[in-house]
């Protein structure tokens, strides 16, 4: 079974740009979670997608939004860039009631100039 | 406070220690405990995950959770240069819950 996939892997962008992250999780995981991971945070939790609805939701400004759609595919995006932007985002599939099971992807490296 | 708190490291140690790697939560709500393993330049791997108190075993990996301390542990015994990675301890209330993860300890085993 294929793992997540996260596309770009890699991106830079300027401060004030906007910016469209994308995930697939694996085949039958209609959970999608996005997380922002730094060094001197950790793991922070964005959101969470089931159904193509927004279930959970994390402490992040209205500047990051997300959707999903009826493939269970999702999208994350992050508007008017800030240096503090700069981080690791990553997206987790899971099965819907079993989100202790995670499945991470490699995450897409984003820096922001 | 964060709601995890996970030391971490580095922690060095020789090939074929055994190793212990730790967490203290504050939520007593939590019952499910999770190990993830990351290794550098890619996404966390869900190692093992225990519900409730006790012992869980997997090969070289156990983990262990004490409730009563509010405190979580995983052991990899004969460690490999190859579990070096950074281990992070998470938890969740179960269901449709998010994981709550601590930061993350940084393990390397040198040979």
């Known amino acids: 079974k294929a793992g997540v996939t996260q596309t770009p892997r890699y991106l830079i962008k300027t401060r004030g740009q906007q910016v469209t992250l994308s995930c697939s999780p694996i085949?039958?995981?209609?959970?999608v979670s996005w997380y922002q991971q730094t060094p001197g945070q950790g793991l922070q939790f964005l959101f969470e997608?089931?159904?193509?609805?927004?279930?959970n939701k994390g402490n992040f400004p209205g500047r990051f939004s997300g959707r999903q759609f009826s493939n269970s595919r999702s999208e994350m995006n992050v508007s008017t860039l800030e240096l503090g932007d700069s981080a690791l985002y990553l997206c987790?599939?899971?099965?819907?009631?079993?989100?202790?099971?995670?499945?991470f992807g490699p995450g897409t490296r984003l820096t922001v100039l | 406070q964060k709601e995890v708190e996970q030391d971490p490291g580095p922690l060095s140690v020789p090939e074929g220690a055994i190793v212990s790697l730790n967490c203290t939560y504050s939520n007593s709500a939590f019952q499910y405990f999770m190990w993830y393993r990351q290794y550098s330049r890619k996404g966390p791997e869900l190692l093992m995950y225990?519900?409730?108190?006790g012992n869980k075993e997997d090969g070289r990996f156990t983990a262990q959770v004490d409730k009563s301390s509010k405190y979580i542990s995983l052991f990899i015994r004969d460690s490999q240069p190859s579990d070096s990675a950074t281990y992070l301890c998470a938890t969740t209330s179960g269901g449709s819950y998010i994981p709550t993860f601590g930061r993350g300890t940084s393990l390397i085993v040198h040979p």
């Open positions: 085949s039958g995981h209609r959970s």
């Open positions: 997608y089931f159904s193509e609805t927004q279930r």
């Open positions: 987790a599939s899971s099965l819907p009631d079993r989100t202790n099971e995670q499945f």
């Open positions: 225990t519900y409730s108190s």
